[in-house]
């Protein structure tokens, strides 16, 4: 029997009653007073004494199973409603009196639930049932429950196929009684003789297969004639298939057919199909005697998309061909419990073999943490602190870790294959895969939780896995579980002690055993074997194990401090590099990092006392090449993962740049400072966007503001530097910068060049060329010390949008720009100034420039209708020449339809041809140009959100591809790995990246359709 194994544990299913709790009401005395009424735990005294008056002589012999109830007010209450709907009030009496059995019995049912107290005052006979002294020591057979559930209906119980024979609707409100008979049976069991939780769970899961049996019965009733053409197995899956059902439960089923030899498989299949609904119906109807509970057939294949039955053949063909990881996790659990059992053993053999299998599949670790994830995501926001199933700590927690560790280690070890969450960690204990210090800790808090469920949902009957917050509730609930001095208080105690244990286990079930393995630690941990080790890290997503545990031993070995503050980090950080989409990559990261910092007494500090630090520093590794490199080559960035990692204004970044470079005599050394701190804050912005969802705006801010107080102290470091090579003593000219393109509109990518144009004039009384020598030098000077090998991204400036492209002087003066703009310039360099934003060097001159432009840029008729058909005609040329040979059209994030050069351009267009009337869109920047667009009537506020979704969605894809290649790329990776790292980084959750790319070809589908519309329409 699956749940011998934990029997041995005693008492478990209760948890340990704190020093110095007792019940109070074990007296001899006879207290009749409102004090010493409430004293025993009444809330009312008054009430309570006036109750008991009403039980006459009864009342004082009543108050000790009384006192030991949950609630001792709603006991009372409940005993005289009893004793008011019974025939014989005198024998209920009697028997309560004189049998202190029945009196605790009766007394812990009615203070626990009140669904069942309403359901004894229906049926008032029925508290008889709790007369038996054998109910303490017996437990109930799952043959007797289901001969007791099938005669309720009518149904012969020695019968293969048994039909019930009651009217339809007398055998539906029969099965309900029933069903509430035994579960009241039960709960007085576990209430007043401390059933231990996995007995409790496993005759719940008994009741509910026999419920499933009758139920067919009522079925096949209903069906007729036809249910005699097919066989139809009912397959439990879930709690249920693992004999630990709650006292309220969906019952998770799959439903298997066969035809009868003979018959018609179509026929059959109709009416298997037939009686799988009606039982389904049968148990889920609310009558006059209320429901009994969901049959959920959702895990079946295809989910509630697929045929409701299926043959061995289609599940077999399901479940090789198209079934995922997940599926074969829950069918850890699967289990024939009615119908035809033979059937259903068939289902179990065929499947086994692909279930411990799983674990060898591509994808296991993500679809299983997806799993995870999945259920979290659903946790509503108000529940998630006090969910008790699903939340940090929760049960989930342990049944995910335990199941985990099955479908790893069971390939090997059939002897770790139970179905039973409690015996399943009892094997893995005894097989030495979890230490034994662990797995009693481990079941301890797992049997309170569930303990705690169970009486959660006793009160009413109803599936909820929240701790309700109400002092009422949980001085009910405390009460309940033997806390009877301070319920509330010791609840709070208990309940906060086992979450906090169980997410310390989850997190060092897998890891820490890992680190035995390697550092051969003396400990009482388990101890894997290397080829354990192994598999166990394969599991988890790594790809190359043996190199995993190499890192691992590396970072562990040793008798330091750092040594052991690492033993005591990995666990936890292993598990969220685990969780990442490229583990290796991210331990390699993390020991390269170590390597670096080890010997820095604040870091391993940091990570072990500051989660948030370590868990960002883990997704970061696992994530992102790009800030994996930044952190590599400026470790003390760390420190920024536990602060504010919003961009810096460019005021504070200039006035940082120009005092760093001011401490250096050489002009190499003095920039060399200024790219430290550019390093420094490009690994800030890129660990915002990672880890804390900086806006892609604020990225392209940020980054824009970093280039412009880069190029602002270079530029003064260069032009001081030509200055005293020329021995002058004052500059000849004034400079300054023109940002272009996206540099100029504000948006710039981590991938991105600085797109510029520079601009000189002389100073009073200086000849013209040697201003114009002095300004070609500082320009010179000024590209060379920028791309001076360093540990730096480098920052490429390009030139090529100035007049005359290449062909052209890399500086010219303001009048010269005047010059050519009059008398040579096409309506595309227009376009290009379009996003001209002068942002470096002399302000005056600055000024001077941008005036200069405007009326070219933003003419006062807007462009001739002659301009409007080349720009669509360059436009219509770029499409056609400019994509890569071999690049996908969809897919392209730059040239693709819907792309950002198919939003940018339109938005141009508008400009240049409205921009002189309408002041507002007189901004280099393209979701500020588009906002005017909408305020001016002239693109409508759906399609303009249209083509801003698409510029938001591809901008952060193409930062995302950056920041996960290291380098970038305006292609959707086809990488699988490198897709899903993008995924997250887009804030998908694991195993999502189809969705990512469903959802990229959508927005880019419509904005095309918008671009279409706006920028080729007449």
């Known amino acids: ?79 005289l409603r009893l004793a008011d709907a019974v025939e014989n009030r005198a024998e209920l009496l009697e028997a309560v009196a004189d049998d202190e059995g029945t009196a605790m019995r009766l007394c812990s049912v009615l203070g626990a639930s009140e669904a069942l107290t309403a359901h004894l005052v229906r049926h008032p006979d029925q508290w008889r049932d709790l007369t038996d002294p054998t109910i303490g020591a017996t437990r109930a057979p799952a043959f007797a429950m289901r001969a007791a559930l099938l005669a309720s209906v009518g149904a012969d119980p020695q019968v293969a196929e048994p039909v019930a024979t009651l009217p339809d609707a007398a055998a539906v409100d029969a099965l309900r009684v029933a069903y509430r008979r035994i579960l009241l049976r039960l709960a007085a069991r576990d209430l007043a003789h401390h059933l231990p939780v996995d007995d409790a769970a ?46 309220v439960s969906d019952v998770d089923v799959v439903f298997v057919f066969a035809p009868v030899e003979g018959a018609d498989e179509g026929g059959a299949l109709r009416a298997a199909t037939q009686l799988a609904s009606q039982l389904m119906q049968v148990c889920s109807d609310h009558t006059a005697e209320g429901t009994i509970w969901p049959v959920d057939a959702n895990l079946r294949p295809e989910g509630a ?68 994830r999945r259920v979290l995501d659903h946790i509503p926001a108000h529940e998630a602190e006090r969910q008790l199933k699903l939340g940090s700590g929760g049960l989930r927690d342990v049944e995910f870790a335990v199941q985990l560790l099955q479908l790893v280690h069971g390939r090997a070890d059939p002897a770790i294959r139970a179905r039973a969450t409690l015996s399943a960690l009892a094997e893995l204990t005894d097989g030495g895969y979890v230490g034994r210090e662990d797995g009693e800790a481990l079941h301890d808090a797992y049997a309170f939780l569930r303990t705690l469920e169970h009486r959660i949902q006793l009160h009413r009957l109803r599936r909820t896995h929240v701790v309700p917050d109400d002092e009422a509730s949980l001085r009910r609930l405390g009460r309940s579980l033997g806390m009877h001095s301070e319920p509330v208080a010791e609840l709070d105690r208990q309940w906060k002690y086992h979450r906090r244990e169980v997410r310390r286990l989850h997190e060092k079930l897998f890891y820490r055993p890992l680190l035995a393995a390697v550092a051969k630690l003396a400990s009482s941990d ?147 400072a200024v790219r430290a701190v550019r390093r420094r804050e490009l690994l800030r912005i890129a660990c915002g966007n990672l880890v804390a969802g900086t806006d892609v705006a604020l990225v392209g801010a940020g980054l824009s503001r970093l280039t412009d107080a880069t190029l602002e102290a270079t530029l003064t470091v260069a032009m001081d530097a030509v200055r005293v090579a020329r021995g002058l003593d004052e500059e000849p000219t004034r400079m300054a910068v023109v940002a272009m393109g996206r540099y100029g509109g504000f948006e710039l990518s981590y991938g991105s060049d600085a797109d510029v144009m520079f601009v000189h004039e002389a100073r009073e009384g200086v000849e013209a060329q040697v201003a114009a020598a002095y300004a070609q030098a500082v320009v010179g000077e000024l590209r060379r010390l920028l791309s001076l090998p360093a540990s730096d991204p480098p920052l490429v400036v390009d030139a ?93 994030l730059k040239l693709g339809r819907g792309g950002l050069a198919d939003v940018e351009w339109t938005v141009q267009l508008l400009q240049m041809r409205h921009a002189g009337t309408v002041p507002e869109l007189r901004t280099p920047q393209t979701l500020a140009a588009l906002e005017a667009a909408v305020a001016a009537d002239l693109v409508a506020a759906e399609d303009a959100e249209v083509l801003a979704d698409s510029w938001r969605l591809v901008s952060r894809m193409r930062n995302a591809v950056t920041l996960v290649r290291g380098k970038p790329s305006d292609q959707v990776p086809r990488d699988a790995t490198e897709r899903a790292a993008v995924a997250r980084v887009l804030g998908y959750a694991a195993g999502d990246s189809d969705r990512m790319v469903n959802d990229y070809l959508r927005t880019t589908r419509r904005a095309h359709a918008m671009v279409e519309k706006v920028f080729w329409e007449e």
């Open 1 to 79: 029997m699956a749940h011998g194994r934990t029997r041995s544990r005693g008492d478990r299913g209760r948890p340990p009653r704190p020093a110095g709790h007792r019940i109070v009401g074990v007296t001899t005395q006879r207290p009749r007073t409102a004090g010493s009424l409430v004293r025993l735990g009444f809330l009312d005294g008054a009430a309570a004494a006036a109750g008991l008056d009403r039980l006459g002589e009864l009342g004082p012999e009543i108050c000790t199973p009384l006192a030991a109830s949950a609630d001792p007010d709603a006991a009372l209450a409940g005993l």
């Open 202 to 247: 496993a005759e719940i899961a008994d009741l509910a297969a026999g419920t499933l049996e009758a139920a067919l019965a009522v079925a096949r009733a209903r069906v007729g004639e036809a249910a005699r053409t097919t066989r139809l197995a009912v397959i439990a899956m879930g709690k249920c298939g693992g004999r630990e059902l709650n006292y």
């Open 305 to 372: 998309s697929g045929p409701l039955v299926r043959t061995l053949a289609s599940h077999r063909g399901y479940y090789e061909k198209w079934a995922k990881t997940w599926e074969f996790q829950a069918l850890l659990k699967a289990r024939p419990v009615a119908g035809d059992l033979a059937l259903g053993e068939d289902y179990v053999r065929m499947i086994e073999p692909m279930v411990w299998s799983a674990a060898e599949r591509d994808g296991f670790v993500h679809d299983v943490q997806a799993m995870r």
């Open 526 to 672: 388990a101890r894997l074997s290397l080829d354990a080790a192994e598999a166990r890290l394969s599991a988890l997503g790594y790809d190359d194990p043996k190199g995993a545990l190499r890192h691992l031993e590396a970072l562990t070995s040793g008798v330091s401090r750092t040594s052991d503050i690492q033993r005591t980090l990995l666990p936890v950080m292993l598990e969220w590099l685990a969780d990442s989409p490229d583990p290796d990559a991210g331990l390699f990261g993390f020991r390269r990092l170590s390597e670096s910092l080890g010997r820095s007494p604040w870091y391993l500090k940091m990570l072990r006392d500051e989660g948030e630090v370590a868990e960002r520093l883990a997704f970061l590794l696992g994530t992102s090449r790009y800030a994996t490199d930044l952190l590599e080559r400026e470790p003390q960035g760390v420190r920024m993962l536990g602060g504010d990692l919003s961009p810096l204004s460019a005021e504070a970044l200039t006035t940082e740049m120009l005092s760093v470079a001011s401490r250096q005599s050489d002009p190499e050394e003095a920039v060399r």
């Open 800 to 892: 090529d949008l100035r007049p005359e492209g290449k062909q052209g002087p890399m500086v010219r003066t303001l009048a010269s720009y005047e010059a050519y703009y009059a008398k040579w310039s096409h309506v595309w360099e227009f376009q290009a100034l379009l996003r001209a934003d002068a942002v470096v060097g002399d302000p005056e001159l600055r000024a001077r420039f941008t005036a200069l432009i405007d009326p070219l840029r933003f003419p006062s008729e807007g462009i001739s209708p002659d301009d409007v058909v080349e720009v669509r005609r360059i436009k219509a040329r770029v499409d056609d020449e400019r994509l890569p040979r071999g690049a996908d059209p969809n897919t392209h």
